[in-house]
Structure formats: C-alpha cells, structure tokens
C-alpha cells in the first residue's frame, strides 16, 4: 500500500522547509538515479569470440601449402592482428584501390568479405601469369582489369576451400563465393553499425609482402560461439583414431632383441684362455630349471627351454 503522511508529519515538513534547514531541489535529486549512456555497437564494448584464432592458425596452415602450390613460390602467412569494428568504420579502413571477395558461410546467416590490397593482388597476378612476383604497379592507382579480377577469383576460391578446412573441426560449413568487388560503398554485408570480427594476415610471396583482411559478422558467428568454444577445447585434448591405429601399426612392427639365459658360471681368465674345441662348461642351472627370457636387456618372461620341429626353443610359463 502507499504510504500517506499523517498531519503532523506534514505540518513538520513545512515547518522545516519555511526554516530554510530542508532544501527540496536537493533532497529529490539524492532519491534520482544516475543516467549511463550504453551504446552497443561501440567499439569500447568489445564483443570477445572465444578461440576464433584458431580457426586462422588452422587456416594458415592449410593455405600456405596450397598458395605455394598454387603460385609456384614460397608464401608465408603471419597473423598481424585481430580487431574489431563497426562495418562503415571498417570500410574506411580499406586502401584504395582494394580487392573485395563477398562469400556466403552456409548454413549462417549473413555474409562475410575477404579484402585485399594492391600489393598483394598484383603480385598473385604476376605469379600466375609467370613473373617474377614483383607487384609492379602503375604510378597512377587504377583499378584491377577483368582478366585480374578472374585470376584473383581462383585464389580465393583456393582461400575458401582452405577456410572450409579450417572450420570443419567446429562446424561443417560451405564457403560460397558471391561476386567480387573493388568499389568498398558498394559493399554492404550488415548495416553500417553493426560489429563485424577482422582478421588481418600477412601475405609474403618471396621478398614481396602484403595483407589479406577477413571480415565476418558478430551475428553471424554467434549462434556457435558455444561449439567455438568446446570444438577448439576438445580438438586439442582428443586423440585421433588414426593417429592412434598408425602409431600401433608402427610399434608392432618395431624391431627388438630378445635373449634367452640358460645359464651361466664363474671361471678364470687362464681357464678361458686354455678353452679348446670340445671343452665343457658347466653352467649354474639344471637343464630343467625354468630360464629368464630378456626383451632389450631387460627381464620379461620366465619360460621352459624344449625342442619344437627340430629347432631349439623355449615355452613362455609366466610374466616378470
């Protein structure tokens, strides 16, 4: 129920007001909350993917054979930095002129880019087309010719197939190229202030470097933040069946030594030296005590010696 001052209380008020000892404007602003501005697609509230790192060392990997493969020269692949960002902050981030690949991740939703620059595009192109590498380069910055459009559309299909690889530990999924682009206000992947996750990487073909960009929507990758987590975690502690038949196979068919002890004795060096053809030694077991076998120098087996199809043996009785 509300509560309802009585008379006397009230009259009190008054009277404490009309004395000046009770200042209304200040005893209603001590009862008034705080106001705290919360932009969400701000920058400073940075929305954190757990591991997704990963999947670009797992990219790395796969695509620093193929691009070598696939340009005849040595391709490094570095991780520079992950950032990140508003999607118009993005675009404004971009050199000009830039190579854009907008890609389709099935089943999510959205759609992601992969940018480029000039340097690295014209080196890919000067590779493919049996040059040096050298990203020579107008003095004036043009934009890429069609013929350069469609070699560069080859590696990032290369690229896409690669990514493909790399997520299929956490989730099967379909890269899908859409088109590609040069122009970044034609590029619209999410609304302008919507936060997207970059990944920039190093590309060095030889002596000469550039940079990839990916960029992929937070919605997109959301719904499996959770299988990011615990694919990635359990990836590294889970033990490949095929590793683990291989590595039996090996040991299986490793080589070792196995000795049989019938015995032995105690004599002098004179006496060895005097050893001739026809000498008995006599040993410190009976020919029916049982006899240790050795694997590698090391006790493992106790057994009985014997005779079997004409050839001496020994028959396995207990474990050490």
């Given at each position: ?7 006397e ?24 909350g705080?106001?705290?501005?919360y932009?969400?697609f701000?920058n400073?509230?940075?929305?954190v993917?757990p591991?997704l790192?990963v999947?670009y ?6 695509s620093?054979v193929n691009l070598?493969?696939?340009?005849r020269?040595i391709?490094?692949i570095?991780k ?6 508003k999607?118009?902050?993005f675009l ?6 830039v190579?854009?690949a907008?890609?389709k991740m099935?089943?999510l939703k959205?759609a ?18 049996g ?18 459009l ?15 690889k ?7 999924i379909k890269?899908?190229?859409l088109?590609?682009e ?12 919507y936060q997207?996750?970059?990944?920039s990487?190093e590309i060095?073909?030889?002596e000469?470097k ?9 919605m997109?990758?959301?719904?499996i933040r959770?299988k990011?987590?615990t ?5 590294v502690m889970a033990v ?6 291989r ?11 196995l000795?049989?002890e ?11 030296v ?11 077991k009976?020919?029916?005590?049982d ?8 006790n493992k087996?106790m057994?009985?010696?014997?005779v ?11 474990i050490?």
């Amino acid at each position: 129920m509300e509560k309802i001052l009585t008379k006397e209380e009230i009259d009190f008020l008054l009277t404490e007001i009309f004395a000046g000892r009770i200042e209304p404007a200040v005893e209603l602003a001590k009862q008034e909350g705080q106001v705290c501005v919360y932009d969400l697609f701000n920058n400073e509230h940075k929305v954190v993917v757990p591991n997704l790192d990963v999947i670009y060392d797992s990219f790395i990997r796969y695509s620093r054979v193929n691009l070598s493969n696939r340009l005849r020269r040595i391709v490094e692949i570095k991780k520079i930095k992950a950032q990140p960002y508003k999607f118009d902050e993005f675009l404004k981030t971009l050199p000009s002129p830039v190579c854009m690949a907008i890609y389709k991740m099935d089943p999510l939703k959205g759609a992601a880019l992969i940018a480029m620059d000039s340097d690295l595009v014209f080196s890919f192109v000067n590779c493919l087309l049996g040059g040096t590498g050298s990203p020579t380069i107008p003095s004036e910055n043009r934009l890429f010719t069609s013929i350069e459009l469609r070699l560069m559309e080859k590696i990032v299909k290369d690229v896409l197939a690669d990514m493909e690889k790399a997520w299929a530990h956490v989730e099967p999924i379909k890269m899908n190229l859409l088109r590609m682009e040069m122009n970044p206000r034609l590029v619209t992947i999410v609304p302008s202030e919507y936060q997207i996750m970059t990944m920039s990487l190093e590309i060095q073909v030889e002596e000469f470097k550039g940079e990839m960009v990916f960029a992929i929507p937070y919605m997109t990758i959301d719904p499996i933040r959770d299988k990011l987590k615990t694919g990635t975690q359990f990836d590294v502690m889970a033990v490949d069946p095929q590793w683990a038949n291989r590595l039996t196979s090996e040991l299986l068919d490793a080589p070792l030594e196995l000795t049989v002890e019938l015995g032995g004795s105690c004599i002098t060096l004179e006496d060895m030296v005097n050893l001739s053809i026809g000498d008995t030694i006599m040993l410190d077991k009976d020919s029916r005590s049982d006899i240790v076998v050795k694997v590698e120098g090391i006790n493992k087996f106790m057994a009985v010696p014997g005779v079997r199809c004409g050839n001496k043996a020994v028959q396995i009785i207990d474990i050490v």
